[in-house]
């Protein structure tokens, strides 16, 4: 797990991104995920944002694996038998995360604007978009 941050700014915010998978092909990204490495992945930073970043009630949001976030079942079944079940539990731990949702929109103005970080599956779901934006002036915390 790691936790970027960087300079550009979303309506006063920084943009964070953290993938829950790292350095590992897709193939063994998607064999490695579950529901378990989900939850710890987003409790660590949960605290990491409370505590090191001062941010009291973090809001994440959560891309799905698959284009469209598997469509509900149509293209994957990840979100329905690995993503939502996190998603439930850390809810049900008051940790406010959005359900699974497309990686192509989720990086929209609307969803900057109110995201404190972003959950994705793997590394090329998230990194990109930082790296797009920042590149070489963003840092990445493991």
Known sequence: MSLSNQKFRCKTKLLRVVPVTI???????INTLS???IVECV????T???????IE????????????????????????DIII????KLRKSKIDVSLPMSADTAFSSKYLSETDAYFGMYHDQVLPVLKAISFGES???T
């Open 43 to 46: 409790r660590i930073t949960n």
């Open 57 to 80: 009630q973090p809001k994440f949001a959560m891309a799905g694996l698959n284009p469209h976030a598997g469509e509900n079942g149509k293209i994957g079944r990840e979100e329905q």
């Open 48 to 54: 990491a944002l409370r505590t090191d970043f001062g």
């Open 85 to 88: 079940p996190a998603i439930k």
């Open 35 to 37: 529901t378990n490495k």
């Open 23 to 29: 350095h590992l092909s897709l193939q063994e990204a």
């Open 139 to 141: 840092i990445n915390i």
